[in-house]
């Protein structure tokens, strides 16, 4: 495959996928990043080795800003020769149909005859509710109501920086039938021992099999999610309909109610 | 050597990492090798994920989990996809996970499996029971730091791998590494401190009288005021460090506590070492440790020595093998 790109209408070829720029496989990326280092002449010159060590081919510092205090921003364009074979890829997702509001309250209602207790926070020293929030409270996330709005859920939002342990408390106390955990923003992966710790402790207290465990944010993939042993990730936007159809069709197939 | 590090009557191992990339997999690859060498049909199954390709957060390669000719393998439908050994499905288990029905497979030709689909110990609980008829060994697979494995009612003995990804020093991972088993290894309640089978499913309390049934099922949550002390509490569940807590407020100075397993006990450091000032804690069952693993690659992808990392750790493990796993794990020790 050429890495100038190609010129004729020739169909994407999915086992060498390559980025696109102007023309079709010409590989063309762009980069941006912050060096420690004062802006000048030598640090865009070493943006543009930096890149170029990467493996990327032709890099053109294209944007330098200075940050102050001796760092410098940059967006550098370059060429990238390699390519994936996207044919062999194969991503855990979290399958079924979407579902709406309705049908979610419906399906409960039908199959399960009483609201699902659930509990959502956001665990560890992570102090950012904006994902838990969007799932849980009334008003929701881009027009999508939050579950607390629904008929088949009765909803406990324990907010920020809620310990696991107190956690598994409350889920104790409140007989819950499935657990929302955020993390939001974390620092040296900090969020997967924290993720970690609520299901060695679920384990412990032997609630893990009678409940449904999800995780949410930015940063966690659905196969992230089951490694560290919960039912199911949510990545960014995710809507509460999403949520709550994962955590009614797991109740009803594990028979937890 | 790591097959002859586990006890005689040992039909269920465990293999659990102190943190993730602590080795876990080249000390369960090692293993699953050595067992087929001796002859020994294995089966394994993993909670969580092990053999993926890539490490979910850092992106980085990982090695596969690779499974000798023979090897019972309990994985989630949908990994078979991208498994390079060949496999025959031998039945569906009619648990059903993200990724499809867990099933029952075995290697017709030896490679790499994704180990997958796995999430609790009920479910592991059961999956043992099915492989067990065709096995001379069960190996369950832990995921990153949990410990849940190693469960004594689950398993009978446990593997636990370490290393540089826990501390940078060898001096560093082998102190984290001794606080970690000092917990696996806390003291077995004697006779006289044993709470009866009948009331073992939950909470229960210990006064002159003897053991009987405490006002909640567990101390995990709600517990009614009183000011009544006891000798010893039995916690069925999680011990953590608010357990603690409500516990030291029920017991006398020098009471017990007793926890179901060391794997319940998941309070800090600093919580237990605060408890053990005036208070006591044991546990119904205990972890028998076969082995400890070393791995010298740290978090940033650089070695250390491994052989001054096992003599460090050991230093501080006495009577514990202390294996580096990947200096005699021969690379071509499939059986074909």
Redesign the interface.
């Known amino acids: 495959m050429s890495i100038t790109g190609r010129t004729g209408a020739t169909p994407p070829d999915p086992t060498r996928v390559r980025p696109y720029g102007d023309t079709l496989d010409d590989g063309q990326v762009q980069l941006s990043f912050s060096l420690p280092l004062p802006y000048s002449p030598e640090a865009t010159e070493a943006a543009r080795l930096l890149v170029k060590k990467m493996g990327m081919l032709d890099p053109r510092v294209y944007h330098a800003k200075d940050l102050g205090h001796g760092y410098t921003f940059f967006i550098v364009y370059a060429r990238c020769a390699a390519s994936v074979d996207a044919t062999q890829i ?1 991503v ?1 997702k ?2 079924g149909d979407r579902m709406s509001k309705k049908e979610v309250d419906a399906l409960i209602a039908e199959r399960i005859g009483r609201p699902l207790v659930i509990l959502g926070a956001t665990t560890g020293t992570d102090a950012h509710t904006v994902g838990i929030d969007a799932i849980l409270n009334m008003k929701g996330f881009d027009g999508e109501k939050g579950l607390e709005s629904y008929h088949g859920f009765e909803t406990h939002n324990l907010g920020a920086q809620v310990a ?3 956690l ?2 409350k889920a ?2 409140l007989r819950a039938d499935a657990l929302l955990v955020s993390q939001v923003v974390t620092q040296k ?1 900090s969020h ?2 924290t993720l ?2 609520l ?3 679920l ?4 609630l ?2 009678r409940m449904v465990v999800v995780c949410g944010g930015p ?1 966690i ?4 999610a ?7 990730g949510f990545g960014p936007g995710t809507r509460a309909n999403d949520v709550g159809a994962f955590v009614a069709r797991q109740v009803i ?2 028979g937890l109610a | 050597m790591l097959l002859e590090t586990l006890p005689a009557d040992a039909r269920r191992v465990a293999v659990i990492g102190v943190a993730k990339n602590a080795g876990k997999t080249t000390a369960l690859n090692a293993l699953l090798a050595e067992a087929d060498a001796a002859g020994r049909t294995v089966g394994v199954l993993s909670v969580g994920v092990d053999g993926e390709a890539h490490d979910a957060i850092s992106g980085a390669p990982k090695p596969p989990v690779r499974v000798p000719r023979g090897t019972l393998v309990c994985t989630a439908e949908a990994t078979l996809r991208t498994a390079s050994a060949g496999v025959e499905i031998l039945d569906g288990t009619g648990i059903h996970t993200p990724l499809g029905e867990l099933l029952v497979v075995r290697v017709t030709r030896p490679g790499n499996v994704v180990l997958a689909g796995v999430r609790h110990r009920d479910d592991v609980r059961s999956l043992l029971l099915r492989l067990e008829p065709d096995v001379a060994l069960s190996v369950v697979d832990g995921a990153f730091d949990r410990t849940a494995a190693a469960d004594p009612a689950t398993t009978d003995c446990v593997i636990l791998a370490t290393g540089l990804v826990l501390a940078p020093t060898a001096e560093g991972c082998a102190e984290k590494t001794a606080s970690l088993v000092r917990r696996l290894r806390l003291p077995v309640a004697g006779p006289g401190e044993r709470v009866p089978p009948e009331l073992a499913d939950a909470a229960a309390l210990r006064a002159t009288e003897g053991w009987r049934a405490a006002p909640a099922a567990t101390l995990s949550g709600p517990w009614p005021r009183s000011e009544a002390r006891f000798d010893a509490v039995y916690q069925p569940g999680l011990v953590s460090d608010a357990t603690l807590l409500l516990a030291e407020r029920l017991l006398e100075p020098g009471g017990l506590l007793v926890a179901r397993d060391p794997t319940r006990v998941l309070a800090s450091d600093a919580a237990l070492r605060r408890f053990a000032r005036g208070r006591r804690i044991a546990c119904l069952d205990g972890v028998r440790l076969a082995a400890v693993t070393v791995n010298p690659t740290r978090h940033d992808g650089t070695a250390g020595d491994s052989a001054a990392l096992a003599r460090t750790v050991a230093a501080r493990l006495p009577g514990t093998p202390v294996i580096d796993v990947r200096t005699w794990t021969p690379d071509a020790g499939l059986r074909c």
């Open positions: 194969v855990p979290i399958e696991n342990e107190d598994v408390a104790v106390e992966d997967k021992i970690g710790q299901i060695d402790m384990e412990a207290e032997g893990r099999q940063r993939s659905h196969e992230l089951l490694e560290l042993g919960y039912d199911a197939e594990r």
